[in-house]
């Protein structure tokens, strides 16, 4: 991202929003608009002097009044999270604004209130969804659509076929019938009598577990004496 904004990296405890934000109609009709970077959260009366700065009124404006430029999510706890989130978003804002569709603070503040209560696993899944769906997804409302319904989605968390495949095993989403259409079974059964050194007879496998005790015959012989 061309802007790199200052923040101390000690304060922050939650996730955050760095934004840049610029008057929505003098943006649109002249080459000359005022501009600002905040952070969210933000009280109101900061956003009340941000607004006024841009000429607006932050109690009083509405979806026509702003326009979201860029921004940067930021967790220093989840560096990941932070970066895959943000190149998406402005993704979105840029697709969006090259097809007429500016990006307003109400939506970024919507989409912000939504990711920053959910947990790391909600986290994966959120950027699953964005992944499989941007063909769907053509601005920031979109992605709010998808954000609060993200419960009509499951992630399972593997990183290929066979690992998807042990996950089901192991949470016994698979049960044995199943398993045996995909096992190589005569592998399977020829490797197990190699370890446990059975030998194929015509009436099955066989393999001697213990050793041979003593003559049974004459120590029983020797015991009626």
């Known amino acids: 991202m061309a802007q790199n904004w200052f923040l101390c990296e000690e304060v922050i405890k939650i996730l955050l929003v760095r934004i840049d934000i610029v008057n929505k109609k003098q943006y649109e009709e002249s080459g000359i608009y005022k501009e600002i970077k905040i952070v969210i959260p933000r009280s109101s009366e900061e956003l009340e002097k941000d607004f006024k700065y841009l000429d607006l009124e932050y109690k009083n404006n509405n979806i026509q009044d702003t326009h979201i430029k860029e921004c940067e ?19 979105l804002i840029d697709r ?8 307003p603070f109400q939506d970024m503040k919507k989409f912000y209130s939504i990711v920053k209560e959910i947990d790391s696993y909600e986290r994966d899944k959120l950027l699953a ?3 499989v769906k ?7 409302k979109d992605a709010i659509k998808y954000a609060q319904n993200i419960n009509c989605f499951n992630l399972t968390e593997a990183y290929d076929n066979e690992e998807l495949a042990r996950s089901l095993i192991y949470n016994g989403e698979i049960d044995i019938e199943d398993l045996m259409e995909y096992a190589d079974l005569y592998r ?6 190699e370890d446990k050194n059975l030998t194929r007879t015509k009436y099955g496998y066989l393999n001697q577990e213990t050793d041979l005790r003593e003559d049974i015959t004459k120590q029983k012989e020797e015991e009626f004496e």
Do not use: H, M, R, V
Not at 96 to 103: P, V
């Open 73 to 91: 999510f930021i967790d220093y706890n989840d560096p990941n999270f932070s970066a895959n989130i943000s190149k998406i978003i402005n993704n």
């Open 96 to 103: 969006a604004n090259n097809s007429g569709y500016t990006t």
């Open 129 to 131: 969804i964005l992944e």
């Open 134 to 140: 941007k063909e769907q997804i053509n601005n920031i």
């Open 188 to 193: 399977l059964g020829e490797e197990y009598s």
